[in-house]
């Protein structure tokens, strides 16, 4: 089965509020994690990264957090805007570098829809 | 600099028939992977090729599957007599070498019918 995978399929917000999508993980070896957005009909597309060193990495308007502990990987959105509507992916790679390799596994996904 | 292309967006083959995807990596990239999405799922790795070398092929399925990436040209995940569960969104990726950000293209949407 998947060792990487969601919380809830979707989460539906209003425009301005703040969005947190939640990823669980199961194999421990994993120690690079990736979340991706992909809109209707295209492909995914990169938002940020974190090493299993870290715990939390900031990005324009985004925030991952990683609790080693329990295995638990969460993006968070802030100001949520129309834009940000598609399906998030987490995705875990357990030889530590961002490649699509063998070692990047993909969770199920959250869609994510934002209200104006 | 243009994207990872693939080509046909869409596809549609009947059982039976062959299914040709190709995907043509970014300037400069020489590492392609293949990936296959099914309705509301995350994406499963199916290969990765180097240019004329298959590097990892452990998510293909043994049989009907192949793919290739030749020096000249784009590589081709094929499909052999198409069935309907190979009906799926087929993504590509390419990046510079191992370890470098891989980037998606826009996939082929195959519909068996």
């Known amino acids: 089965g998947e060792s990487v995978g969601l919380h809830l399929p979707t989460l539906s917000v209003q425009e301005g509020d703040n969005s947190i999508i939640n990823c669980a993980y199961s194999?421990?070896?994993?120690?690079?994690f990736i979340w991706y957005k992909q809109e209707s009909g295209k492909g995914p597309q990169f938002i940020i990264d974190?090493?299993?060193?870290?715990d939390k990495r900031q990005g324009q308007r985004v925030t991952v957090l990683l609790n080693k502990t329990v295995k638990h990987l969460s993006l968070q959105i802030a100001a949520t805007q129309p834009g940000d509507s598609a399906v998030y992916f987490c995705?875990?790679?357990?030889?530590?570098?961002?490649?699509?390799?063998?070692?990047?596994?993909f969770g199920k996904g959250t869609t994510l829809s934002v209200s104006s | 600099n243009a994207g990872v292309m693939q080509n046909p967006r869409h596809l549609v083959r009947r059982r039976g028939q062959e299914a040709r995807l190709r995907c043509s990596p970014m300037?400069?990239?020489?590492?392609v992977y293949w990936y296959r999405q099914l309705p509301e799922e995350g994406l499963k790795f199916m290969v990765y090729?180097?240019?004329?070398?298959?590097?990892?092929e452990s998510g293909m399925p043994k049989e009907r599957f192949s793919a290739e990436f030749p020096k000249e040209g784009p590589s081709i995940l094929r499909i052999q007599q198409v069935v309907r569960g190979d009906s799926a969104a087929y993504f590509c990726?390419?990046?510079?070498?191992?370890?470098?950000?891989?980037?998606f293209g826009q996939g082929t949407r195959l519909t068996v019918v």
């Open positions: 990726a390419s990046s510079p070498r191992e370890g470098a950000e891989a980037f």
């Open positions: 194999n421990s070896a994993s120690d690079y």
């Open positions: 974190i090493r299993s060193n870290m």
């Open positions: 995705a875990e790679n357990l030889f530590g570098q961002n490649q699509a390799g063998t070692a990047l596994i």
């Open positions: 300037k400069g990239h020489s590492h």
């Open positions: 090729l180097q240019k004329e070398n298959i590097i990892d």
